[in-house]
């Protein structure tokens, strides 16, 4: 993450979420089918800042599907192409610059409310909140 400076990432990073939400919150709604809405949060294994996409619960699709796969590459095609500073144009840095991403969609059977359709395993998060 080019513009970040190691020590403060995680903070940088949260600041940048809670300034542009609604802006990323747009780009995601209006190409993602089921979109319900991102969140912010940080591995503590790796310290890496993630935006979790939550799809809603009548979403159909399940982990590990040609859905799913084809979901996973759309949204990272969004990060690789929205530009987290448009101002930057000679050297402009991208939302998947700054974040990594995980998708979950909402189930009420599950104890968090989550179901994870998209998690990196080794992940860690505090508290985890997204469930098992």
């Given amino acids: 993450m ?3 400076n190691p020590e403060n990432e995680n903070k940088k990073a949260k600041e940048y979420f809670d300034n542009n939400k609604n802006r990323i919150t747009d780009c995601f709604h209006r190409t993602i089918p089921y979109f319900d809405e991102v969140r ?3 591995s503590e294994g790796d310290e890496t800042p993630y ?3 939550v799809l809603h619960a009548n979403c159909p699709w399940e982990s590990g599907t040609p859905q ?3 979901l996973e590459e759309t949204i990272e095609g969004i990060m690789k192409s929205f530009r987290a500073f448009p101002h930057l144009t000679h050297a402009p840095i991208y939302l998947l610059n700054i974040f990594d991403f995980v998708i ?3 189930n009420d059977n599950e104890e968090s409310g989550f179901e994870k359709l998209l ?3 080794d992940l ?3 508290n985890d909140e997204y469930g098992a």
Wanted: no cysteine; hydrophobic share 55%; net charge positive.
């Fill in 51 to 53: 935006l979790a996409i």
């Fill in 40 to 42: 912010f949060f940080f």
């Fill in 104 to 106: 979950l969609k909402r």
């Fill in 68 to 70: 799913m796969y084809h």
């Fill in 119 to 121: 998690w990196t395993y």
């Fill in 124 to 126: 860690v998060v505090p």
């Fill in 2 to 4: 080019p513009y970040l």
